[in-house]
């Protein structure tokens, strides 16, 4: 089993930054795939972000490339998604996703966070 736990959410004014982060626990953190997705209200949930265990690939959606960065500190277990240049349409649901083996972009991951809400206003 993994516990996953999300932080840093909040509300932000266009323009501005946030980073969230999310901290696992409960098994071995290696050889795992972290991921970032998000879900707006009305709306399927969606791929922002993933990033292999050592670090080395990352994966984008397209609307938030050159924004956001995704990142990993294996020692501490935690995940980190900072968002920059925030737009009111990334306001959502942001949820962190764990898996075994390679980071994929699609939600067939095998643990799931409870969800951070951001809300960034015009």
């Known amino acids: 089993q993994v516990q996953l736990v999300e932080s840093g959410g909040g509300l932000v004014q266009a323009g501005g930054s946030l980073r969230l982060s999310c901290a696992a626990s409960?098994?071995?953190?290696?050889?795992?795939?972290m991921g970032w997705f998000r879900q707006a209200p009305g709306r399927e949930r969606e791929f922002v972000a993933a990033?292999?265990?050592?670090?080395?690939?990352?994966y984008y959606t397209d609307s938030v490339k050159g924004r956001f960065t995704i990142s990993r500190d294996n020692a501490k277990n935690t995940v980190y998604l900072q968002m920059n240049s925030l737009k009111p349409e990334d306001t959502a649901v942001y949820y962190c996703?764990?898996?075994?083996?390679?980071?994929?972009?699609?939600?067939?991951?095998?643990?799931w966070g409870q969800g951070t809400q951001v809300t960034v206003s015009s």
């Open positions: 996703a764990f898996k075994i083996g390679g980071a994929i972009m699609t939600p067939y991951y095998d643990y």
């Open positions: 990033i292999s265990w050592g670090g080395g690939s990352t």
């Open positions: 409960g098994r071995t953190f290696s050889n795992s795939a």
